[in-house]
């Protein structure tokens, strides 16, 4: 064998052991990770055809969690037929009660924004905090999501605001405010700010409590828009 010969039959031979193990990539179709993943024939001849492709699908329906959405349709139903708007400072929830908001059809009607202040200094950034709010910060409280409330409705000119802190573990402190499970939560109105505070009782299972976290404070949006939550 030449080889020019033995050259030509080892780099085919690389390029099917590349398209061989080659990892597929993720495609999205109607709300479904599609993955397709090459396959390669090798004919009697030895030399390889054109890659064909198959297809699995994986759901992403599970979004937001199931615990969420009854209370989710519930304030954003109420809140479209008000012609209301609602914005969002969270901490502990990580993102959850935008993101949950964000998933319902139509949301960019009733949502005006909202902010994840996760950490101090990104609330000295966007939430109005100063250094000496955070010299004296010593976790979550009714008095500090009442703040944040006030200071991103009053920047996105929003009917309503909630705001949530907490400590979703599995780590926390030896007060009651930094125990896993334990939250403060806050809606922010023209009849007032309305303030809840709680523990979940999930311990210290970090995302089961943001769940809930997310899902208490929707509860408090609720029953301010009802007029059952009391100043």
Request: proline residues 6%; contains cysteine; positive net charge.
């Amino acid at each position: 064998m030449s080889s020019s010969l033995t050259s030509r039959c080892v780099l085919t031979s690389k390029a099917v052991l590349r398209r061989q193990t080659a990892v597929p990539s993720p495609r999205f179709l109607n709300n479904r990770i599609s993955i397709f993943t090459p396959t390669t024939h090798i004919p009697s001849s030895g030399l390889p055809r054109r890659p064909q492709r198959t297809m699995s699908t994986s759901s992403v329906s599970d979004f937001p969690p199931s615990a969420i959405r009854p209370i989710l349709e519930e304030v954003t139903t109420l809140l479209k037929s008000r012609g209301e708007t609602i914005s969002i400072a969270e901490t502990a929830a990580g993102g959850l009660i935008s993101s949950s908001l964000l998933s319902t059809p139509g949301a960019s009607k009733i949502y005006k924004g909202g902010l994840t202040v996760y950490t101090l200094p990104s609330r000295i950034a966007y939430a109005g905090w100063t250094k000496e709010t955070i010299a004296n910060y010593s976790g979550p409280t009714t008095d500090i999501v009442s703040g944040l409330a006030k200071q991103v409705r009053k920047d996105l000119e929003s009917t309503y605001t909630i705001s949530e802190s907490g400590t979703a573990g599995p780590t926390g402190g030896s007060t009651p405010n930094r125990t896993p499970g334990y939250v403060a939560l806050a809606v922010d109105s023209d009849k007032g700010t309305f303030t809840r505070e709680l523990s979940t009782g999930l311990g210290e299972d970090r995302v089961a409590n943001m769940v809930r976290f997310a899902v208490e404070a929707l509860t408090l949006l609720r029953d301010v828009m009802n007029g059952s939550a009391k100043l």
